[in-house]
């Protein structure tokens, strides 16, 4: 090995590997150790005591362990951008536009709203020797008359160092900076480079950061699908792209098949390789950055809006990587090592997939030390008599027309939410796995009653017809099955169960268990807070986060937790053995119920405290029309309190549009164009999953 920042010619590789960080340990095994055949590494992991898979085991892990999940994680696209954040220092080329995004728990039960309360994160000792060549590259390139932002300055860990490289047109660099050898033009280096690094996974396989397009032409990987403006359909662009991505990728990638490796599936923005020595495989991930806009998903792509394209950031939030190739890979290996050190693991292809590889981290953990819950099974959506149209627990959209008390005084109009809605209440509730026992009639409604309330489970209850009930007029139905002038049967979570048998003033309805006249139930017959830990583990790189003005990682994070939380319902998600036991949509429901139930509650408390009522509600957002002075958030920066999303001070013009509305199409216009110019601020609510 090298001194620090010593370049090492290409080939004249040492004989000795790259160190492992520290922060592997974590992902270790011991050799003694035994994982269950149902807790194979998912997602291209490999057992993290040497980069290797016994030969038995490898069989399980074939292409679709690693490319099946994220092929279905495409989803019918809305066209994403065409134009890549492709940057060339060698040619001086102007970066073009990049395309494509849209995207809970503490460990007492005292911590109630999931307050943070993580240790405080010391910055220093991410790592202070990391500048290098790419750091001071960075200095001197920052960006020509603006500063740079502020998580740019931040320094970067050698925490993933040993399990990510980072290519670019200029030579190849560890996360943390150090130099390792110049340019890699052919793909014949690339394998040798990849030998020689001996890589290992950290909760995902091992990764080779392309940066820049520079990199990608020197390797032989150039794609030309065309201009957006020549084009009517922009996802046509982008299929055109991908497809002459895996072209171009399956033309140069020979000399390495010809060396012993293997593609797990077909290559594209991520190129999937494995090698087999005797009885034992090792993997590795190649990520090409300028073609990460040909993929397209929820995490990467919203009508035709560009957005969070995972750890690389939104070029719409401005937390995309730097425009020149050294600072960019300096940045990237940043929040590398940043993912390591506080999630431990590397980020995966999309945010909702580092969230499951999280998962899989604690799972494994509490595997070898059989302490804590481990969930090896699906859940599946039972079998359901008369099942709802839609999800079970729907997320709430409503808007009403406000009358003269509304609009009276009001000069402001206001829009709170839960600060990270889904991930607090992940970390508070409890989860039902196994196999669920169906109830009915009288057994069903016993089954309601213990304890410690009802158990987690799916019940067939009749809603009243809200007009029979003394409900307050200015606030959506308690439930969105619920209808005003008919009852209705549905089925329901614990959550809303709870909820339903709330007094009104804490947003439910009043109801004793006999009133909801429970005739079937599905009960599981373990629970538990499955995801305590996960939580507690977002919760706190969240706090370090914010405490460094990161926004950069903190979006990243929010990215991860949703994303993972809303692709709980889909099992084609997840159809590889090793991956079934993320699918679990009630889980998902409980949290949306949660979270729905909870503002619910805080609306009530604000009418009563400040006399205002909402006049329009989605998903776990509530806009108010206020006074100036008037200040209805929490004071609290716990996660699941309301706190400001948007503030604007009404024109005359607009609140004529409030004052004037006969509708509630009519309203939703005057809201949108009072917002007009916060569509693009941070966003703390959690969308549709």
Not at 104 to 121: I, K, L, N, Q, R
Not at 424 to 448: C, H, I, K, R, V
Not at 536 to 561: H, P, Q, S
Not at 567 to 594: E, G, S, Y
Request: with cysteine; proline share 8%.
């Amino acid at each position: 090995m090298s001194g620090p920042w010593e370049q090492i010619p290409l080939f004249a590789l040492p004989e000795t590997t790259l160190t492992t960080s520290p922060s592997s340990t974590d992902d270790v095994i011991p050799d003694d150790d035994v994982i269950p055949d149902d807790d194979v590494l998912p997602d291209g992991d490999v057992l993290p005591d040497g980069d290797v898979l016994p030969d038995d085991d490898a069989v399980a892990v074939d292409a679709d362990v690693f490319v099946e999940a994220d092929q279905a994680d495409s989803g019918p696209a809305a066209a994403a951008h065409p134009a890549s954040p492709e940057r060339s220092d060698v040619a001086d080329a102007a970066a073009d536009d990049a395309p494509t995004t849209p995207t809970p728990e503490t460990d007492s039960e005292a911590a109630g709203s999931a307050a943070v309360d993580g240790d405080e994160v010391d910055d220093d000792a991410a790592g202070s020797d990391t500048a290098g060549n790419v750091a001071a590259v960075s200095e001197e390139a920052g960006n020509d008359g603006a500063d740079p932002p502020v998580w740019e300055a931040l320094p970067a860990g050698d925490e993933a160092d040993g399990h990510a490289l980072i290519v670019t047109a200029a030579g190849t660099y560890t996360p943390s900076g150090r130099e390792l050898t110049g340019p890699v033009d052919s793909v014949e280096k690339l394998d040798k480079l990849i030998r020689w690094a001996a890589l290992t996974p950290l909760g995902a396989p091992a990764q080779i950061w392309v940066v820049g397009q520079g990199a990608c032409e020197l390797l032989g990987w150039i794609i030309d699908p065309g201009s957006e403006d020549d084009v009517d359909d922009m996802e046509a662009l982008r299929n055109r792209a991908a497809q002459e991505l895996t072209a171009v990728l399956h033309a140069t990638l020979t000399p390495m098949l010809n060396a012993g490796w293997e593609l797990r599936g077909d290559p594209g923005h991520v190129v999937h390789l494995s090698r087999s020595i005797g009885n034992f495989t090792s993997m590795v991930d190649v990520v090409i950055e300028p073609y990460v806009w040909t993929y397209w998903n929820k995490d990467f792509g919203w009508h035709n809006r560009v957005g969070d394209m995972g750890i690389l950031g939104s070029p719409t939030a401005g937390t995309y990587l730097p425009d020149d190739d050294l600072p960019a890979a300096r940045e990237l290996g940043r929040r590398l090592a940043w993912c390591a050190r506080h999630l431990g693991v590397l980020p995966g292809p999309t945010p909702a997939r580092t969230g499951a590889a999280l998962v899989d981290k604690i799972k494994r953990e509490r595997t070898r030390s059989g302490k804590g819950i481990v969930v090896t099974t699906p859940g599946s959506v039972p079998p359901l008599d008369g099942p709802p149209r839609g999800d079970l627990e729907p997320a709430v959209g409503w808007t009403r027309v406000p009358d003269a008390q509304d609009v009276d005084g009001a000069s402001r109009l206001v829009s709170i939410d839960q600060r990270a809605a889904y991930l607090a209440s992940a970390g508070m509730l409890e989860f039902g796995y196994g196999q669920p026992t169906l109830l009915t009639g009288d057994t069903a409604g016993a089954a309601a009653v213990g304890e410690k309330g009802a158990p987690f489970g799916l019940w067939r209850i009749t809603l009243p017809a809200g007009q029979t009930l003394s409900l307050p007029g200015k606030l959506p139905l308690p439930h969105p099955h619920m209808l005003a002038d008919q009852p209705v049967q549905t089925w329901v979570s614990t959550v809303s169960l709870d909820g339903l048998c709330s007094p009104v003033a804490d947003g439910g309805i009043g109801a004793d268990l006999e009133d909801l006249d429970i005739t079937e139930a599905w009960v599981y017959p373990q629970q538990g807070r499955a995801l305590d830990k996960w939580a507690k583990i977002l919760r706190e790189a969240r706090k370090a986060a914010v405490d460094t003005d990161d926004d950069a990682t903190k979006r990243f994070l929010g990215t991860c937790y949703k994303g993972y939380i809303g692709r709980m319902v889909n099992p084609d998600m997840w159809t590889a053995k090793q991956m079934q036991h993320h699918h679990q949509p009630l889980w998902r429901a409980a949290i949306i119920a949660h979270c729905r139930w909870r503002g619910r509650r805080v609306a009530m408390r604000i009418a009563r405290e400040h006399g205002r009522w909402p006049v329009r509600t989605v998903t776990d957002s509530w806009v108010y029309l206020l006074a100036d002075g008037e200040d209805i958030a929490d004071p609290s920066d716990a996660l699941g309190k309301m706190s400001v999303e948007k503030d604007v001070v009404l024109t005359d013009t607009l609140l004529s549009a409030f004052t004037s509305a006969e509708d509630v199409h009519e309203v939703n216009l005057a809201i949108k164009a009072a917002f007009a110019d916060n569509e693009d601020s941070d966003d703390e609510g959690e969308g549709v999953l």
